[in-house]
């Protein structure tokens, strides 16, 4: 079902991985992050869970278990942006100490959403590292097929990683001000539909970015499987919300989580010119010099 994505190999399924299980050349890597939300007016909206407990409890057998927030984002940041992107450079060296490197091929799984392995997918191309790819299904389609798991904890040798940064895989709040007087640029925002409209007012103020169309990453994935849907069922979504393959695209969502799941389809099935906020509504709702939209 992958054939008519850019990249056959960025995503792949339960079948391939279990044949490749053991390939020196393959590392597998859990990203399972919980969001445990706060009552609204909190300073945050909502604390963050590691998947490590769960991991060490049962993962795919070889797996070593990347923890987004403490080990790839800004520790430094206030506790709204608790996965701010570290500066590419960092970041590459990051990817290094867990065992991601120059020449390997690298497989990213999670428990529940897929947009916590794709996040991780996405900051790997932003320092330039090409030979990721995302497991289909994740954890609950491995574990329910009876392929092999493992429990304890396996960490990978520190690798060497070559960094070619781009940058522009990733945009902040002054960039996306810009884009909404751009009208060749369409503004995606990934978060669910009440939040879109404003009905809900998790990250601050209620709504979205003015001119921005809604297409929720959930819509992309099956709900039974846990699996992105046929290249054709994607492509027509992006379709009905507008996006031009041709013209630039900058997605959104809560803290730069979600957006990346959109991003990812949107990159595999070739378009030109894709961005994520990193600090997305968790930043832009809180700051009322910025515009806001209900509705």
């Given at each position: 079902?992958?054939?008519?994505?850019?990249d056959?190999?960025?995503?792949?399924?339960?079948?391939?991985?279990?044949?490749?299980?053991?390939?020196?050349?393959?590392?597998?890597?859990?990203?399972t992050?919980?969001l445990?939300?706060?009552?609204?007016?909190?300073?945050?909206?909502?604390?963050?869970?590691?998947?490590?407990?769960?991991?060490?409890?049962?993962?795919?057998?070889?797996?070593?278990f990347?923890?987004?927030?403490?080990?790839?984002?800004?520790?430094?940041?206030?506790?709204?942006?608790?996965?701010?992107?570290?500066?590419?450079?960092?970041?590459?060296?990051?990817?290094?100490?867990?065992?991601?490197?120059?020449?390997?091929?690298?497989?990213?799984?999670?428990?529940?959403?897929?947009?916590?392995a794709?996040?991780?997918?996405?900051?790997?191309?932003?320092?330039?590292?090409?030979?990721?790819?995302?497991?289909?299904?994740?954890?609950?389609?491995?574990?329910?097929?009876?392929?092999?798991?493992?429990?304890?904890?396996?960490?990978?040798?520190?690798?060497?990683?070559?960094?070619?940064?781009?940058?522009?895989?990733?945009?902040?709040?002054?960039?996306?001000?810009?884009?909404?007087?751009d009208?060749?640029?369409?503004?995606?925002?990934?978060?669910?539909?009440?939040?879109?409209?404003?009905?809900?007012?998790?990250?601050?103020r209620?709504?979205?970015?003015?001119?921005?169309?809604?297409?929720?990453?959930?819509?992309?994935?099956?709900?039974?499987?846990n699996?992105?849907?046929?290249?054709?069922?994607?492509?027509?979504?992006?379709?009905?919300?507008?996006?031009?393959?041709?013209g630039?695209?900058?997605?959104y969502?809560?803290?730069?989580?979600?957006?990346?799941?959109?991003?990812?389809?949107?990159?595999?099935?070739?378009?030109?010119?894709?961005?994520?906020?990193?600090?997305?509504?968790?930043?832009?709702?809180?700051?009322?010099?910025?515009?806001?939209?209900?509705?």
């Amino acid at each position: 079902m992958y054939d008519e994505y850019r990249d056959r190999d960025a995503i792949v399924s339960t079948e391939w991985l279990q044949q490749h299980l053991h390939d020196p050349g393959v590392r597998v890597f859990e990203c399972t992050t919980y969001l445990l939300y706060r009552p609204p007016g909190s300073d945050a909206p909502y604390d963050v869970g590691s998947g490590r407990a769960d991991y060490a409890s049962q993962h795919i057998a070889g797996a070593a278990f990347l923890d987004l927030q403490n080990d790839l984002s800004d520790c430094d940041s206030p506790p709204h942006l608790r996965f701010r992107m570290l500066p590419l450079p960092d970041l590459a060296r990051a990817f290094a100490r867990q065992g991601i490197g120059d020449g390997l091929r690298v497989v990213l799984y999670t428990r529940g959403a897929m947009q916590w392995a794709t996040r991780v997918w996405w900051m790997l191309r932003a320092v330039g590292f090409d030979t990721a790819s995302v497991l289909d299904g994740g954890f609950e389609k491995w574990q329910r097929e009876g392929r092999p798991l493992a429990s304890g904890a396996q960490r990978y040798a520190e690798a060497s990683l070559t960094p070619r940064p781009r940058p522009e895989l990733f945009v902040d709040k002054a960039q996306v001000r810009a884009a909404m007087d751009d009208r060749s640029c369409r503004l995606i925002n990934a978060l669910a539909a009440d939040l879109h409209r404003g009905d809900n007012a998790r990250y601050g103020r209620p709504g979205h970015i003015p001119g921005s169309v809604n297409l929720p990453a959930a819509a992309l994935i099956d709900p039974t499987h846990n699996t992105v849907l046929a290249p054709a069922a994607v492509r027509d979504a992006f379709d009905a919300a507008g996006v031009d393959p041709a013209g630039p695209t900058l997605v959104y969502c809560g803290g730069g989580i979600a957006a990346t799941l959109d991003a990812f389809l949107m990159h595999q099935l070739g378009y030109a010119e894709v961005s994520v906020y990193d600090a997305s509504m968790s930043e832009w709702a809180r700051d009322e010099s910025l515009p806001m939209e209900t509705g």
